[in-house]
T-cell receptor, first 113, second 113 residues
């Protein structure tokens, strides 16, 4: 079975550029989560969706960040414009329901120069 | 603020020894989950223990839960080099099945050969 698929695995771009991270959750999972992980701040929940609807986006750091889930098999996290402090590993995870075990992708390592 | 906090932050033991990590949380829960993260990878779910359970086993893993003390422990017996990773506890705040889960800051476990 395919797990959670994230793309790209690595992204290096200059500040000010738009960055789009993509995620394909496990088929049949109803909840999708976006996290950011850094050494300083650990693992932070940015936003999560239930049945494609955003439920809690209180972790989204600024208006520069936006996330969409147009259907049950695809989600994007967009940063526009990007800044060096956005450099981190971004994970997508999915689960059958919100409080059940989550399955993580291998992340996107983002570097903003 | 973190819902769960692991202790210790870092642990280094000899291969073959047992490793114990602890997790404390703040609010009532209906389950508690443990995850492992290998370097450069996403988190992997290890075990879920429900609030009405006191102990659960999975292979070399043993998890205990004390809801009166709001604490849990993860024991890895007969450790192996491959157990080197970070370990996180995660709890859903509240009882709603639609809720998110919140991760602690993790314990970095190193197994010395």
């Amino acid at each position: 079975d395919a797990g959670v698929i994230q793309s790209p695995r690595h992204e290096v771009t200059e500040m000010g550029q738009e960055v789009t991270l993509r995620c394909k959750p496990i088929s049949g999972h109803n909840s999708l989560f976006w996290y950011r992980q850094t050494m300083m701040r650990g693992l932070e929940l940015l936003i999560y969706f239930n049945n494609n609807v955003p439920i809690d986006d209180s972790g989204m750091p600024e208006d520069r960040f936006s996330a969409k889930m147009p259907n049950a098999s695809f989600s994007t996290l967009k940063i526009q414009p990007s800044e060096p402090r956005d450099s981190a590993v971004y994970f997508c995870a999915s689960s059958l329901r919100g409080n059940q075990p989550q399955h993580f992708g291998d992340g996107t390592r983002l570097s903003i120069l | 603020s973190q819902q769960g906090e692991e202790d210790p932050q870092a642990l280094s033991i000899q291969e073959g020894e047992n490793a114990t990590m602890n997790c404390s949380y703040k609010t009532s829960i209906n389950n508690l989950q443990w995850y492992r993260q290998n370097s450069g990878r996403g988190l992997v779910h290890l075990i879920l223990i429900r609030s009405n359970e006191r102990e659960k086993h999975s292979g070399r893993l043993r998890v205990t839960l004390d809801t009166s003390k709001k604490s849990s422990s993860l024991l890895i017996t007969a450790s192996r080099a491959a157990d080197t990773a970070s370990y996180f506890c995660a709890t859903p705040p509240g009882y709603s099945s639609a809720s998110k889960i919140i991760f602690g800051s993790g314990t970095r476990l190193s197994i010395r050969p």
